[in-house]
């Protein structure tokens, strides 16, 4: 019942998406009195107008030439409105295409070198630790290896925006250990959590049943989530995870003392390239793609995301995953 | 000895992939085209195939029809290991008969080798 009226609310939130012009002009590109919606409203008025028009002249005149001369117009009038909005459409289809060239030849162009990087200082550090090498030779090997996976990560990036744009972001749904996910993903974070002097911890039942999800994907978003309460809780804090399950889904929570989200920009948080300005002036690196991309994986995969902030108090974000109903 | 065909041409990628899997007591054959491929995959009859897409002479999706034609290849695992990502390549990939599909710059070295035990151990 519950995924039922999530799935009305986002059908509605489509439609209103669909007529929000403003939000049309932006995530084109382009001006609002450019966008295919104003086109077809304009086209929509314009008829009715000269439909009206036609009507009051046809009580007026019985001419058949007047009302042949006012019913081409209307069709002349149509047809000009009419190949103004295919050309804006033409134009976005190309446009589109174009994103999509750019994300083929970028994905390989790319991560090719970025793959040869991180490889040659894998085996650079794998020979590290069987020899003798200077304290200073290896940091360096590391800081390559670190700085080559951040390059590597903000091309996925990227690469899974203009997905999303184009629809075409693929994510499967097989039968997820969630706490599985979560303990990785812990493990993953301890190193940057050490360095600032911030305790992880996980609260979750001893077993939980698995989730429908695409695991990678998942452990994406919890990363992130993870990262950003690290990034954003000053030294010598804790963060806390916690895992529980309601009804038919599964429930995640990252609970953390940070630096929060000022209250007049909450409602911006999971917009595109959004990062509050308490954030910017405290850590200068950082996308805002993050936050986006997790929330559509998380949508995606049938889930919900959500988040509780006060400024300067810390936040808590969450998200449902659905319960697989498959035997794993 | 576990035998592994890279076919890949990036030289350095070849090489760093070849250095790590004979650290890890692999034996290992490289091909640097698609058709060079091919005819070590019929000569030194590996026991798994790593395969990129992007290739001189005969692409990573034509190697994989060749492969699977012959009789001598047809049973002989395919690991796709490549940066394309997009679903028609990946959907591709698997309708050819590739076994795994994987995105080289979303792997460190030693996943690959744990990706290859694992196919190993199912075929």
């Known amino acids: 019942m519950d995924q039922k009226r999530q799935k009305l609310k986002k059908k509605n939130m489509q439609v209103i998406n669909d007529l929000n012009l403003k939000k049309q002009a932006r995530d084109l590109g382009v001006k609002v009195w450019q966008t295919p919606g104003f086109m077809f409203i304009m086209l929509g008025v314009i008829a009715i107008v000269i439909m009206s028009a036609v009507f009051l002249i046809s009580q007026n005149y019985d001419d058949p030439e007047i009302l042949v001369l006012a ?20 134009q976005v289809t190309k446009l589109n295409r174009m994103k999509s060239e750019f994300v083929s030849v970028a994905s390989h162009q790319l991560r090719t070198p970025l793959s040869a990087i991180k490889w040659e200082t894998e085996l650079l550090l794998s020979k590290c ?26 091309i996925n990036d990227l690469l899974d925006v203009a997905r999303i744009d184009q629809h075409r972001l693929i994510i499967k ?22 360095k600032r002097h911030i305790e992880l911890a996980l609260s979750a ?49 990252i609970k953390d003392s940070g630096v ?15 990062r509050s300005d308490n954030i910017v002036k405290y850590q200068t690196e950082g996308t805002g793609l993050g936050l986006y991309i997790a929330k559509n994986i998380i949508e995606q995969m049938g889930g919900r995301i959500w988040f509780e902030s006060v400024e300067n108090l810390g936040s808590i974000f969450s998200f449902s995953i659905p319960i697989s109903k498959q035997k794993e | 000895m576990t035998k592994i065909l890279i076919v890949e041409d990036e030289l350095t990628l ?41 290739l001189p002479k005969k692409d990573g999706f034509e190697v994989l029809d060749y492969l699977k034609l012959d009789k001598k290849t047809q049973k002989i695992p395919v690991v796709l ?43």
Request: charged residues 30%; neutral net charge; glycine residues 4%.
């Open chain 1, 71 to 90: 019913e081409s117009f209307v069709v002349i009038v149509i047809l000009i409105v009419g190949n103004s909005v295919i050309s804006m459409v033409t």
């Open chain 1, 129 to 154: 630790r069987r020899r003798v090498v200077g304290d200073k030779q290896r940091q360096s090997i590391e800081n390559i290896n670190t700085l080559s996976i951040k390059m590597t990560h903000l």
């Open chain 1, 173 to 194: 749904k097989i039968p997820t250990d969630i706490i599985a996910v979560a303990k990785d993903s812990i493990k993953e974070a301890q190193s940057l959590a050490k």
């Open chain 1, 205 to 253: 039942p001893r077993k939980l049943p698995a989730v429908l999800a695409d695991p990678e994907k998942l452990q994406m978003v919890v990363e992130n989530l993870l990262n950003n309460s690290i990034k954003y809780t000053t030294n010598h804090g804790k963060i806390e995870l916690k895992l529980t399950k309601k009804d038919a889904l599964i429930i995640f929570n």
């Open chain 1, 260 to 274: 929060g989200i000022p209250a007049e920009q909450q409602n911006r948080i999971f917009d595109k390239f959004f």
């Open chain 2, 14 to 54: 070849n090489k760093a992939l070849e250095e790590f899997l004979v650290e890890e007591k692999f034996e290992v054959f490289s091909a640097f085209d698609g058709e060079d491929g091919i005819k070590m995959a019929k000569e030194k009859s590996p026991d798994l195939i790593l395969l990129d897409i992007i």
């Open chain 2, 81 to 123: 290991l490549t940066n394309l990502e997009s679903a028609e390549d990946i959907e591709k990939a698997f309708n050819k008969g590739a076994t795994t599909y994987l995105v080289k710059a979303n792997y460190r070295l030693e996943d690959i080798v744990k990706k290859i035990k694992e196919t190993l151990k199912c075929a």
